[in-house]
Nanobody, 119 residues
Framework: QVQLVESGGGLVQPGGSLRLACSVS?????????MGWYRQAPGKQREMVAM???????VYGDSVKGRFTISRDNAKNTAFLQMDSLQPEDTAVYYC????????????WGQGTQVTVSS
């Protein structure tokens, strides 16, 4: 019954910013999940954007390093992705995911939210 719901996507001009949110329900152990953001553009493979193991341990994909910031609010069962200096190549469907620590792959995925960067 674990469900992830993304929000915050939309259309933004190059150089602009967006903040995505991922609300997680159906679990009492949100703080134990590794939360991640992935994206997939048309005709391209899915790629990892960012992951957070806790409030201070984070990992970023090379393509977004220095521009995106992942964070989480364990009290609200929510993960965030702050996206700055957005470029057209960032256009994709962004997915939130949760995995158990020690597992190789996420166990739960959100429905995705569209991010379009265009002038």
């Amino acid at each position: 019954q674990v469900q992830l719901v993304e929000s915050g996507g939309g259309l933004v001009q190059p150089g602009g910013s967006l903040r995505l949110a991922c609300s997680v329900s159906g679990t009492k152990i949100f703080s134990m999940f590794v939360m991640g953001w992935y994206r997939q553009a048309p005709g391209k493979q899915r790629e990892m954007v960012a992951m957070t193991y806790n409030t201070h341990a984070t990992v970023y994909g090379d393509s977004v390093k220095g521009r995106f910031t992942i964070s989480r609010d364990n009290a609200k069962n929510t993960a965030f992705l702050q996206m700055d200096s957005l470029q057209p190549e960032d256009t994709a469907v962004y997915y939130c995911a949760a995995k158990f620590r020690g597992d190789a792959d996420p166990s739960y995925w959100g429905q995705g939210t569209q991010v379009t960067v265009s002038s």
